[in-house]
């Protein structure tokens, strides 16, 4: 079955910079890559998705990239600022599978 | 208001006492899940429904069941709950599998 992993499980940043975050995929059939945000107390929220028939999608200060060879895609934020801290996971579905498989989660901490 | 409702949000219980976690939607979705966090662990796919009377086991289905008789309700039922099924569960709701999943606010149970 598939199996995603992500990095890193914390990340720390000063205000303005920006952050990274990868995920790494096993099923090569894997179509669709949804990544969503956890803030704390709440459930968690899609912020952005991809579909392999692209490489990259943006959507103003977060972006996410896609290796289909190299099985991994990443979420970029840029000009990070504090109501950016949360937990931030991956997922990754394919369309003949119906099970839902997210990563592990990154902890990002935006520091003022 | 498009939402998931979770009840009760929170709760506390002694192994082997029988248990229902309601959820339900607003959005006509016909796919729906519920998933249990757990630090370190992430987001784990217990069980899923892609439509009424249609259930399906995720990852962790072991100690839980689900029934699906209208479509937009999906409780999750613990039927003799023990202390490793202490966790934050969340249900969830899409129009279909490789969709956005709309996540309800999460109910923290305690088994003792």
């Known amino acids: 079955g598939e199996n995603v992993e992500q990095h890193p499980s914390t990340l720390s940043v000063q205000e303005g910079d920006s952050a990274v975050i990868k995920c790494t995929y096993s099923?090569?059939?894997?179509?669709?890559f949804p990544w969503y945000k956890q803030e704390l107390g709440k459930g968690p929220q899609l912020i952005i998705d991809?579909?392999?028939?692209?490489g990259e999608k943006k959507d103003q200060r977060i972006a996410v990239t896609l290796n289909k060879t190299a099985k991994h895609f990443s979420l970029h934020i840029t000009e990070t600022q504090p109501e950016d801290s949360a937990v931030y996971f991956c997922?990754?579905?394919?369309?003949?599978?119906?099970?839902?498989?997210f990563g592990p989660g990154t902890s990002l901490s935006v520091i003022p | 208001e498009a939402q998931v409702t979770q009840n009760p949000r929170y709760l506390i219980t002694v192994t082997g006492k029988k248990l229902t976690v309601t959820c339900s939607q607003n959005?006509?979705?016909?796919?729906m899940s519920w998933y249990r966090q757990d630090p370190g662990l992430g987001l784990r796919q217990i069980y899923y429904?892609?439509?009424?009377?249609?259930?399906d086991k995720g990852d962790v289905p072991e100690g839980y069941k689900v029934s699906r008789k209208e479509k937009r309700n999906f409780p999750l039922i613990l039927e003799s709950p023990s202390p490793n099924q202490t966790s934050l569960y969340f249900c969830?709701?899409?129009?279909?599998?490789?969709?956005?999943?709309?996540f309800g606010p999460g109910t923290r149970l305690t088994v003792t």
């Open positions: 997922a990754a579905m394919k369309t003949s599978y119906d099970k839902v498989i």
């Open positions: 099923d090569s059939a894997s179509n669709y």
């Open positions: 959005m006509n979705h016909e796919y």
């Open positions: 991809i579909r392999s028939n692209v």
């Open positions: 969830a709701s899409s129009f279909g599998k490789n969709y956005e999943q709309y």
């Open positions: 429904s892609m439509n009424v009377e249609v259930t």
